[in-house]
């Protein structure tokens, strides 16, 4: 155990088997089956979590209303010092909740305490937050009248996540709903349900000590079919889905036809354009960490670079230079730059896209290979992939989780922005350009289409402070910073007469 594994499982409080449902500090049991997590990194078990049925469903959903109807009372900057508290149990936490995410989840040691790292940023950030959840004030047509707007909390929120980020999206979804004042249920990846349970348990002890009511914090570790009940259930006001554009389509319509509200954060296809005032040294820095960064598996992961015609040799010989540096290994090992995907079924569609790229036309700069031999025995090690494509192409259309890099041509900006927004995502994007005028334009009302547009920035590694999400098959749902929190909480619009008149509005007369 040369990397601390064992101590970090201890000092996480999880055991060989846990029960994956729970409403605070109380576990459920379930009649489910046992998912047993892998680590990507070396294949070995790591544990087993309970999956919940749909007893436990019911069960943490009613206790959850309960618990609504009580936290709502308690005053938003109560609830702020509870989170503040979280965080501070976060730091504690960090290394070990840092380490498992990496040895579960398979992105390298230093993007696992990143991620923790995210978590306390925006546990702070929510502290503010509960101090000021504003709404509005305006002028009343009427005399002796008063108009204003307030928020209240909402209700149960239910938050689907994905493997990738299997501890940073929950926090962001949470925090924010704790002080607005909303209980929240999540239902994690099933692909990485320990890190999930060393959450709940965090989370568990604060409240505890804080007489939060059970209820509050809830966890439902289970397959698609949890998150279908969960987008059915008139209960749960609101959704935030965080995974694949086929998965977001499905949890939306669910949510769409009962009038809920869903907060959809989904696919990307990333691209990073460079022009010829391009500053390459950093640009490349951030191109290559965009590209294979937790192996490609970040929603913000750079998946096309749009190279000017000019630089674009230069470019990817540069870019072979650095892939040949890459080191490819376990991911707590930190002189590896990059680690494994997350399991067989992520190998296949890398091997598959690389096929299909080639089938189209694609010429090849590195090529992309599935590792073997000692420290790959795991099998989900791979090798990142460049190569030179069309931007129509149809798996250049597509997002593919893996370190896969689509280099296009460019000869004039106006067709670089167009190739960078014609793909169905509009998440991130980024120029790298020292020239003001390149700049403006990417960002302007006809420069990018995402949700994200960065200068002199690679695609990823987006701080909590902003609004987070994209357009198009993206979803359209904001989440962490900026306004996003009004998403979790309902509008009310109040007006107040303090006269002993009753004048109408637009002028109306009506008299009895
Ligand atoms: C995701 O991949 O779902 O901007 C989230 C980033 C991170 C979050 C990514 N802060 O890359």
């Known amino acids: ?111 696992g305490l990143g991620e923790v790292q995210e978590m306390i940023d925006i546990c702070d950030f929510a502290v ?99 998150g279908q009940l969960m987008s059915q259930d008139t209960r ?14 499905a949890v939306g319509e669910s949510v769409g036809k009962r009038l809920g509200r869903a907060l959809l954060e989904l696919g990307g296809n990333n691209a990073i354009i460079f022009t010829k005032n391009a500053d390459l040294d950093m640009s490349l820095i951030g191109a290559v960490f965009g590209a294979v960064g937790t192996c490609g598996q970040r929603c913000t992961s750079t998946r096309r670079l749009i190279v000017h015609e000019e630089i674009f040799d230069n470019v990817a010989a540069r870019l072979k230079k650095a892939y040949a540096q890459l080191r490819i290994g376990n991911p707590l090992d930190e002189k590896n730059h990059v680690g494994p995907l997350i399991d067989q079924l992520a190998v296949d569609m890398y091997q598959q896209a690389i096929t299909k790229a080639k089938e189209e036309g694609a010429k090849t700069i590195v090529d992309g290979e599935v590792l073997k031999g000692v420290g790959y025995e795991s099998g989900c090690y791979v090798k990142p992939a460049i190569f030179e494509v069309k931007n129509e192409f149809e798996i250049v259309q597509h997002e593919t989780f893996a370190p896969i890099l689509y280099l296009i041509r460019y000869k004039d900006l106006d067709e670089a922005i167009a190739l960078q927004n014609d793909v169905p995502q509009g998440l991130s994007s980024a120029i790298m350009t020292s020239d003001m005028r390149e700049s403006e334009q990417f960002l302007s009302h006809a420069g990018s289409d995402c949700g994200i547009a960065n200068v002199n920035i690679g695609t990823s590694g987006a701080e909590i402070g902003g609004a987070f999400g994209g357009e198009k098959e993206t979803g359209g749902g904001r989440e962490s910073g900026s306004d996003a929190w009004k998403v979790y909480m309902r509008r009310q619009t109040n007006t107040i007469n303090y006269t002993t008149k009753l004048p109408l509005a637009q002028g109306i007369k009506f008299e009895i």
Request: with cysteine; glycine share 10%; proline share 4%.
């Open 1 to 111: 155990d040369q990397y601390g594994i064992k101590e970090a499982i201890q000092s996480l409080e999880l055991s060989n088997i846990e029960l994956g449902s729970s409403t605070g500090s109380q576990w459920l049991k379930s009649g489910g089956g046992n998912i047993s997590s892998h680590s990507p990194a070396d294949g070995q078990l790591i544990g087993q979590v309970q999956e919940s049925d749909e007893a436990c469903y019911q069960q943490v959903v009613e206790t959850a209303q309960k618990a609504f109807a009580e936290w709502r009372q308690v005053p938003a900057p109560k609830r702020g010092e509870v989170v503040r508290q979280l965080g501070d149990a976060l730091r504690q936490k960090k290394e070990a909740l840092g380490k498992l995410v990496s040895y579960e989840m398979g992105k390298s040691y230093q993007e």
């Open 128 to 226: 503010g937050l509960s101090r000021q959840l504003y709404g509005l004030t305006m002028h009343s047509e009427r005399p002796g009248h008063r108009m204003y707007e307030q928020y209240h909390p909402l209700g149960v929120v239910g938050i689907i996540s994905a493997f990738n980020f299997p501890v940073a999206v929950w926090a962001w979804n949470t925090a924010l709903a704790w002080v607005c004042g909303d209980v929240t249920v999540w239902k994690p990846s099933e692909k990485t349900p320990l890190t999930a349970i060393a959450c709940q348990k965090i989370t568990a002890k604060v409240f505890a000590a804080n007489q939060v009511p059970e209820g509050v914090s809830n966890l439902i570790v289970g397959d698609a079919e949890i």
């Open 236 to 249: 749960i006001p609101l959704i935030s889905a965080t995974g694949s554009t086929r998965m977001g389509k």
